[in-house]
């Protein structure tokens, strides 16, 4: 009997189907669906045809900025698209119009949307498959008005703890929105800090201020909206703003120090990202980034040394390139007493100057072209030394010391000028007190 009436239903149901495939209704209905579709798409490409970022496809390395506005460009026809669709169904409604098969055409538009968004603006591997396995069927049940009935479901399932009460569907909203916002976040941030480090009228430094306000006032804002979505009332937080304060005045003190000291160095400019600097513990490197918490020094050898905000400010700094990159170096060598000190030193200078990353030049200052002087009177020799000032440190890809030094054993060599090493002369005053017979066989 059971199996009569649902084949009698099922029967019904595909008579039902059938008449709506051939009524008028359907052919009108798909008519518009197809007008729809070829407007928006012409409408759509009229758009993006004067604007140079939503026209051309991104190329590898193109601004942040070039790649969003393309990627919204292209979920420009899908959005026309759904809002004419929706558009039509209200009004079909108005009319006392069976719009069916546009209803099921703008769920199907926005499931499609939301897929190309995905595809478009999450990089993110990990978190596109769980937007596409976990956020569009949530869409799809919504769009299809079964969503109440499940999250109805999912508050009944509820576990007390103690006087708090924890509801199944309260934890799946704080995990899914929650996920949401932290890429929301992350993404942003990003997108956020790339415009204002791109900015030209700005300054290093003024960048970098920027940078990091917009980075905390934006995870401040995702926070508090987290709270809200978790449903934690705002006005509650007051203690906990004051347990918070007594937190980073005594155990996050290093914390709050450090992020400080990192907005006092940015805006009183002592230190901009691209410096050479020394540190009081002997650590070298070039200035990448700088963080909340610390900087980022990058040595010459490849290492990257994360270091504190704070100890820019309590210890001594040496900034060999603040002002500008022009540095002065020293190279030591001896010669022989019996040298002819001014002709050899007229030589070494020409020499020195022939290098290329050393500054000569006739247009050059005196006193930044090369000079060579006298140090000292050895035990072996006559101690010289040559200054020179370069563009730049002399470290890494731009070490010029080893290259100089060459430069000057050849000079030498070639000039047949000695260069001196010790000589040790041994004599016997008394060959008897030491014990030493001469014996003549």
């Known amino acids: 009997m059971n199996v009569e009436n649902l084949t009698i239903h099922l029967e019904e149901k595909l008579a039902l189907i059938k008449a709506s495939v051939m009524s008028d209704s359907f052919l009108i209905q798909l008519l518009t669906i197809a007008v729809i579709y070829c407007v928006a798409f012409v409408f759509a490409r009229q758009v993006k045809k004067p604007f140079k970022f939503t026209r051309e496809v991104p190329t590898q390395g193109a601004h942040t900025l070039h790649s969003f506005m393309y990627n919204l460009g292209e979920a420009l026809f899908p959005l026309i698209t759904i809002s004419m669709l929706k558009l039509t169904t209200v009004l079909g409604a108005q009319f006392q119009f069976d719009a069916w098969l546009l209803e099921i055409a703008v769920v199907v538009a926005l499931m499609l949307f939301v897929n190309s968004l995905v595809h478009g603006f999450i990089e993110n591997k990990t978190f596109a498959s769980f ?31 103690g006087n708090i009460e924890v509801s199944a569907y309260g934890v799946t909203r704080v995990l899914l929105f929650g996920a949401l916002l932290f890429w929301l976040g992350r993404s942003s941030n990003a997108i956020g800090q790339d415009i204002i480090r791109n900015h030209k009228s700005l300054d290093v430094s003024t960048k970098e201020v920027f940078s990091k306000l917009f980075e905390v006032a934006l995870f401040c804002v995702v926070f508090l909206l987290l709270l809200n979505v978790m449903g934690i009332n705002l006005t509650a937080l007051a203690v906990f703003g004051g347990a ?198």
């Open 131 to 161: 937007v596409q396995w976990v956020g569009l069927p949530i869409l799809f049940l919504h769009l299809v008005g079964v969503l109440p009935l499940i999250t109805s479901a999912l508050s009944t399932i509820v576990v007390s703890i």
């Open 244 to 441: 918070v304060g007594v937190g980073l005045g005594l155990g996050l003190q290093s914390i709050a120090s450090n992020f400080i000291s990192g907005i006092i160095i940015l805006l009183d400019k002592s230190l901009t990202v691209g410096d050479y600097v020394e540190l009081e513990d002997g650590q070298k490197g070039i200035v990448r980034e700088f963080k909340m918490r610390y900087a980022v020094l990058e040595t010459y050898d490849g290492k990257d040394v994360l270091v504190p905000n704070e100890k820019f400010i309590n210890a001594v700094l040496i900034n060999w390139t603040h002002k500008n990159q022009k540095q002065r170096y020293r190279i030591d060598f001896s010669v022989a007493y019996k040298t002819d000190i001014r002709a050899m030193v007229e030589i070494v200078k020409e020499a020195v100057a022939a290098h290329p990353q050393v500054i000569s030049g006739d247009d050059i200052p005196f006193e930044e072209l090369p000079d060579c002087e006298i140090d000292s009177f050895g035990d072996s020799g006559v101690n010289m030394f040559v200054e020179f000032w370069m563009e730049g440190v002399d470290d890494g890809k731009n070490r010029v010391g080893g290259d100089l030094l060459l430069i000057v054993f050849e000079t030498l060599r070639e000039h047949d000028i000695e260069i001196p090493f010790p000589q040790r002369e041994v004599r016997v005053i008394n060959e008897q007190s030491i014990g030493i017979r001469n014996t003549t066989p």
